[in-house]
């Protein structure tokens, strides 16, 4: 089992800036490629960014490109998403996700956390 826990979400304006963090525990972090979905109210659950165990390799989607960049630091089990130039469309709640293969399905992940609200007003 891996336990999951996502910290930093919160309340900004529009061209502001968040540093999102997932602290894993349990099994060896880097045995696992990470993501980030969000999810806003009434929609699915949608991919925005993944990392490889080592981190050599990052993907986005393209609403984020530019403006957030994942990363993760091993020696700390800890995963990041820094979100800047935050738009009003990028409120919801933000999931990290930890699996053996890495992409962008959500179905690829095997543990997740809890979640945490990302609120950006206009």
């Known amino acids: 089992q891996v336990q999951l826990v996502e910290s930093g979400g919160g309340y900004v304006q529009a061209g502001g800036s968040l540093r999102l963090s997932c602290k894993a525990s349990?099994?060896?972090?880097?045995?696992?490629?990470m993501g980030w979905f969000r999810q806003a109210p009434g929609e699915v659950r949608e991919f925005i960014a993944s990392?490889?165990?080592?981190?050599?390799?990052?993907d986005y989607t393209d609403s984020v490109k530019g403006r957030f960049t994942i990363s993760r630091d091993n020696a700390k089990n800890t995963v990041y998403l820094q979100m800047n130039s935050l738009k009003p469309e990028d409120t919801a709640v933000y999931y990290c996700?930890?699996?053996?293969?890495?992409?962008?399905?959500?179905?690829?992940?095997?543990?997740w956390g809890q979640g945490t609200q990302v609120t950006v007003s206009s």
């Open positions: 996700a930890a699996g053996v293969k890495y992409g962008s399905d959500y179905g690829g992940y095997d543990y």
């Open positions: 349990g099994r060896t972090f880097s045995d696992y490629a």
């Open positions: 990392i490889t165990r080592s981190g050599s390799r990052t």
